[in-house]
């Protein structure tokens, strides 16, 4: 079955450390990967896709189809990077959905 | 330019109840979609309407569904309410919709629904 699994519920890391946030995907198709980010009060928001290969607020993610995986990095974290973080999949079949993982929040430490 | 909106942004009904929640996508955008958000099962799509027209569906009931008017304006209904269905309802509009690799989607602020 298709799913998205994000481990970590909290992540918890100092300003100025490196962030790695965790994204496992499972499906049969060729993978559309999003990562998604919802700061404090605001809306959930794209951060970036896997198709269009950017750095977005200094946050990259390689799709890594070998480990089924799509992290999320970034070398040095700032206090603003706190917020929720989604990893989502799109199935591309005769009927296109969006499958979530189940968020991960990241906390930074002054 | 605006953004996405949802109206109301708070509901609380009763089980057996029927419930009809809002979207006004951006301008222009011609798709939206619907997720519902919850503890339990974290966000999970619903369906998505494009030019009036239902193009994709989650795996959720029937009591689940929706219309979008020629404004591109959708409203989501959940009939036979139970207790389960509680849940913060989003909606997100884009260009092109979910096919479209490129597009991005807007999301609203949502609508908080209690079923008491």
């Known amino acids: 079955a298709q799913r998205v699994t994000q481990p970590e519920k909290l992540l918890s890391v100092f300003k100025g450390a490196p962030v790695e946030l965790k994204c496992n995907y499972s499906y049969s198709g060729s993978p559309e990967l999003f990562w998604y980010v919802q700061y404090s009060r605001q809306r959930l928001q794209l951060l970036l896709r896997h198709i269009s290969r950017e750095s977005i607020k200094g946050f990259t993610a390689d799709l890594n189809k070998g480990e089924t995986s799509f992290h999320l990095k970034k070398p040095f974290a700032q206090e603003e990077d706190s917020a929720m973080y989604y990893c989502a999949l799109l199935l591309e079949d005769s009927n296109y959905q969006l499958i979530w993982g189940a968020g991960t929040k990241l906390i930074i430490k002054p | 330019k605006a953004g996405v909106t949802q109206t109301p942004r708070y509901l609380i009904k009763t089980r057996g109840q029927q419930v009809t929640l809002s979207c006004s996508p951006i301008s222009g955008h011609r798709s939206v979609s619907w997720y519902q958000q919850t503890p339990g099962q974290g966000l999970q799509f619903l369906f998505e309407?494009?030019?009036?027209?239902?193009?994709n569906k989650g795996n959720f009931p029937g009591r689940f569904s929706g219309r979008q008017f020629s404004n591109s304006r959708s409203e989501m209904n959940v009939s036979t309410l139970e207790l389960g269905d509680s849940a913060l309802y989003l909606c997100a509009s884009s260009l092109g919709g979910l096919s479209a690799r490129t597009d991005t989607q807007y999301f609203g602020p949502g609508t908080r629904l209690t079923v008491l």
């Open positions: 309407y494009f030019s009036e027209t239902q193009r």
